[in-house]
């Protein structure tokens, strides 16, 4: 007998013995009525086409232990039932995105704060350099000056801006260490432009 006159006594019963063309017949018969109770719901063609074949794969992997009355009924509730899961799972990933993204912020924002303060701490540091030293940094660190036109600027030789430079360095990071900030040579070095 054709397979496509089974009704759906008879369709479930051929699946229940593992015949994978009753699968094929029970998707091709009722795909196009599940995908609208799905899209109902959702409103997205892509999820509801997903929900579909979940609804579809879960009865092919379950069809020796499932109790089907009402073939329609079974297959309309399965679907309500996949669209609340994805509804949970949706919202329980988006609870989750926005807590990553809140935590992302606040570490971010902590982030800041600190490049702030040690930013505004440094600048206390070179603060209390001597004069020469101060104004050399200064224009090396925040006018972006060369050692040649800062050396052409203030009469003195490069090797001179080199000295200042070297000592106004090492007056930020023996503060620094002194501070508990052991670790944030680095961030001079990025903060000032120089590796010595």
């Known amino acids: ?5 089974y009704g759906d006594d008879q369709l479930v019963a051929a699946l229940q013995k593992g015949e994978a063309t009753a699968m094929t017949e029970i998707y091709d018969r009722y795909w196009r009525k599940l995908l609208a ?6 409103k997205d063609k892509s999820t509801s086409q997903e929900i579909v ?17 009402s ?22 990933r988006s609870e989750i995105a926005f807590k990553v ?9 902590d982030e800041n704060i600190y490049a702030q303060f040690l ?28 050692a040649r036109q800062i050396a052409l600027d203030m009469d003195i ?9 070297s000592k106004a360095l090492k007056s930020i990071r023996y503060s620094l260490r002194n501070a508990g900030v052991i670790s944030l040579t680095v961030f001079v070095s990025l903060w000032t432009g120089y590796n010595g």
Not at 71 to 92: D, F
Request: glycine share 2%; net charge positive; with cysteine.
């Open 71 to 92: 073939l329609p009924n079974y297959l309309a509730m399965a679907v309500k039932y996949s669209v609340i899961n994805y509804a949970v799972r949706e919202r329980r």
């Open 101 to 109: 993204i809140s935590q992302a912020d606040t570490y971010f924002d």
């Open 1 to 5: 007998m054709n397979i496509r006159k």
């Open 157 to 165: 030789s490069e090797k001179t801006v080199e000295a200042h430079l």
């Open 53 to 69: 074949q979940e609804v579809m794969i879960k009865l092919w992997d379950r069809r020796e232990d499932v109790r089907i009355d």
């Open 119 to 146: 930013q505004e701490y440094i600048s206390g540091v070179v603060e209390t350099l001597p004069e020469k030293c101060k104004l050399v940094f200064k224009s090396s660190r925040e006018n972006g000056k060369t």
């Open 37 to 42: 109770i799905a899209y109902n719901h959702t």
